[in-house]
């Protein structure tokens, strides 16, 4: 089975430009979660969405992120403009949220963004 | 509201030798406890996890790991290190109602080394 697809893995851009990383959940699962990891901070959740719906975008920086999931299939999370700072890895993850698998998440292999 | 806190960023052993990875907790309700695993370049697997039941939890790769209640702890462990255990580990929490449902807090990260 396909597991949870991003792209892209690698992405080198100047500051100032637009970004946009893309996510591919896995077929059924109804939550999807995007998180940031650098060496500084961890791993930050930035926003969850539930049945396509934005539930929680609290970790999201500020108002250059953005995120939209159009469908159960796709999602997006676009930065505009980019800045230095926001050099990371960026990973998207999904799972189902039904107890017990609540928390198991299954990650993407992330998409490394370099701001210059 | 819920933390992580792992003690350690980086902990190593010889191979063969018994890891041991510490993580406490903070959450003010009955959580579901994770630990996962990151290899190079890669996203977070699940490694095993805690939800209610049996406190001593066991998951692959013959880790495993014991809920404390008493000391807000959930420590990871394997008796015998192997070179392929070399990754970071991360112990996660999730809440278990409400909006914290579903959504993952992770601890900082331990990077475990193996020596030969």
């Known amino acids: 089975d396909a597991g949870v697809i991003q792209s892209p893995r690698h992405e080198v851009t100047e500051m100032g430009q637009e970004v946009t990383l893309r996510c591919k959940p896995i077929?059924?699962?109804?939550?999807l979660f995007w998180y940031r990891q650098t060496m500084m901070r961890g791993l930050e959740l930035l926003i969850y969405?539930?049945?396509?719906?934005?539930?929680?975008d609290s970790g999201m920086p500020e108002d250059r992120f953005s995120a939209k999931m159009p469908n159960a299939s796709f999602s997006t999370l676009k930065i505009q403009p980019s800045e230095p700072r926001d050099s990371a890895v960026y990973f998207c993850a999904s799972n189902q949220k039904a107890r017990p698998q609540a928390g198991e998440l299954f990650f993407g292999e992330g998409s490394r963004l370099t701001v210059l | 509201a819920q933390s992580v806190t792992q003690l350690g960023s980086h902990v190593s052993v010889s191979e063969g030798a018994l890891v041991l990875l510490r993580c406490n907790y903070s959450s003010s309700v009955p959580p579901y406890l994770f630990w996962y695993v990151q290899y190079p370049n890669q996203g977070l697997q699940l490694l095993l996890k805690y939800t209610t039941g049996a406190t001593l939890v066991k998951g692959i790769n013959g880790f495993e790991a014991e809920f404390k209640k008493s000391e807000t702890s959930f420590h990871l462990t394997k008796p015998s290190a192997h070179m392929s255990d070399a990754a970071e580990y991360f112990c996660a929490v999730s809440g278990t109602g409400g909006t914290s449902y579903g959504k993952l807090t992770f601890g900082q990260g331990t990077i475990l080394t193996v020596h030969p």
């Open positions: 077929s059924g699962h109804n939550s």
């Open positions: 969405f539930n049945n396509n719906v934005p539930i929680d």
